[in-house]
């Protein structure tokens, strides 16, 4: 997808014709047919400029018209975005439309990536009632049975940490599908289908690369953190792709715990080959899954159970007893007796003191 940029000279120094095209995710003008990679193209460098990402804000810094005349004019468009640098509102058409907690805001930049998570629980309604609890929706929750989606792709959603001062995550871009099940069991094929059915479509409308930037999620060892995730930051901050939640800076879970075969499953397109023997072990129903708990510590909880320790119960929190009611009347007999007392111990007589007979000698 292209736009003409109609400016003869970047802010750098670069010159272009006026009906040389900007390039999508590589340049900003073209120079004499060249690309021209523009210093100033990351919005950090201009805080507080409303520049689209990827638009050199001298070029819209020196062009005295509105805003939106602005942003039409110099705005690159990329795949997902419509003309003037807006985020297209893009929901999946073969998904359930299940909006809980809203969107966390508009992207601020990035390409556009996948996400996977995994819900850390063996049903949809059960993640459902945490992202409402937590705040923490993400675009999609994909289990062997139905695809919903709760925020448009334009927008951002909430799944992940993101913390001050570092890279943005929930708003660069990202994607983010949950999958319904634990990163430590294996995912069954109908789910696996759903996912790798999402993922075409999110790729061909947002221009996502079928490529692991970061490296593919790694799986359970012993049914715990196998540790060593890369989560490099300047590739999460520059190249679209797909991540795992064990990928992504600033953050600590390690899901979704895909194994090799399941990656390479996801990675097919429509018409590669489903039936290879490879596949064969990916198993068809998880039956264990329902009586399973997480064992990513500090995960959000979505089954009410404890997320520290697998199988164990959260202790009940102790009841305060209530006061007892004091019958009626109770408290005048209480102070009549309480008189009565006094009354009795002013009749009483005091104590003759006894005295003592010398000591002999």
């Known amino acids: 997808m292209r736009i003409v940029v109609r400016r003869r000279k970047c802010c750098c120094g670069e010159s272009a014709g006026a009906d040389q095209p900007a390039q999508v995710g590589a340049a900003v003008l073209f120079d004499r047919g060249a690309p021209h990679e523009c210093a100033y193209r990351s919005r950090r460098a201009h805080p507080g400029l409303a ?46 439309w299940k909006p809980i907690s809203g969107s966390s805001g508009t992207n601020l930049g ?102 692991w930037p970061n490296g593919p999620p790694k799986p359970a060892v012993d049914g715990h953190d196998p540790g060593g995730h890369n989560r490099n930051a300047a590739n999460w901050d520059t190249k679209g792709g797909h991540y795992g939640h064990s990928n992504v800076p600033e953050n600590t879970h390690w899901d979704p715990g895909y194994t090799k075969t399941e990656v390479d499953f996801l990675m097919l397109d429509n018409t590669e080959g489903l039936e290879s023997p490879e596949f064969s072990t990916i198993i068809l129903e ?27 119960t959260k202790p009940a929190a102790k009841r305060k007893s209530a006061p007892r009611k004091k019958a009626a009347g109770s408290d005048r007999k209480t102070a009549a007796a309480t008189t009565e007392k006094v009354a009795v111990s002013k009749k009483k007589p005091p104590r003759k003191a006894v005295q003592k007979s010398p000591k002999k000698t």
């Not at 018209?65 to 297209?88: H, L, V, Y």
């Open 110 to 211: 990035g390409p556009f990536k996948i996400v996977h998570h995994t819900t850390e629980g063996s049903s949809a309604q059960g993640a459902f009632d945490a992202f409402q609890a937590h705040h923490s929706d993400p675009h999609f929750t994909v289990d062997a049975t139905k695809i919903y989606q709760h925020i448009d792709t334009g927008e951002a959603a909430r799944a992940l940490k993101n913390l001050t001062g570092g890279v943005q995550t929930n708003r660069d871009s990202a994607v983010q599908i949950e999958v319904v099940g634990f990163a430590h069991r294996p995912k069954t094929r109908a789910t696996l289908e759903n996912v790798r059915k999402l993922c075409r479509w999110i790729e061909s409308t947002h221009g996502v690369p079928k490529v």
């Open 286 to 312: 998880d039956p264990g899954m329902k009586n399973d708990h997480s064992r990513m510590p500090d995960h959000a909880d979505p089954e009410g159970v404890s997320m520290e320790m697998p199988g164990k």
């Open 51 to 96: 520049v689209p990402q990827g638009v050199c804000p001298r070029l819209v810094q020196d062009e005295h018209t509105p805003q939106s005349n602005r942003q039409d004019r110099f705005a690159r468009r990329r795949p997902g975005m419509k003309a003037g640098g807006t985020d297209q509102m893009a929901r999946c058409p073969f998904a359930v």
